[in-house]
């Protein structure tokens, strides 16, 4: 994975929030759908680089409850992968807000489907 840790965690959140507020106050949703779908791309990858972010610091910070001997690191690429799929939460939840489609059962739906996906993830990446 060639994306270094310092653009991916502190570059690529402001990048995206700077183009967040560009296309919201610039483009017209009326006028075309490109600008919609630039705008959930946006908020995408802003969750997914503070999902890396958090991901990071938290598996550094907190203890291993029960576990005994060298803890060593959380891979870059696990961690990448994890907060991609986590980021699909809120990005879908605000996407199906958008046309009026979020009901309890596409919650759990999507809960489903991230805890799946972070299943497939660990054991394809331990």
Not at 14 to 24: A, F, H, R
Not at 65 to 94: C, E, K, N
């Amino acid at each position: 994975m060639a994306v270094s840790t310092h653009i991916f965690g502190k570059t690529l959140p402001l990048g995206s929030l700077i183009g967040i507020l560009l296309l919201v106050n610039f483009t017209d949703p009326t006028k075309s759908v490109a600008s919609i779908l630039l705008v959930f791309l946006c908020l995408y990858i802003f969750c997914t680089s503070v999902l890396y972010g958090l991901l990071r610091y938290v598996y550094h910070r907190l203890p291993a409850p029960g576990y005994r001997g060298d803890r060593s690191q959380m891979s870059v690429q696990r961690a990448y992968y994890i907060a991609s799929a986590l980021a699909f939460v809120p990005v879908g939840l605000i996407a199906m807000q958008s046309l009026n489609q979020v009901r309890l059962f596409d919650l759990g739906l999507i809960l489903v489907l991230v805890s799946l996906l972070i299943f497939y993830i660990v054991k394809r990446t331990s």
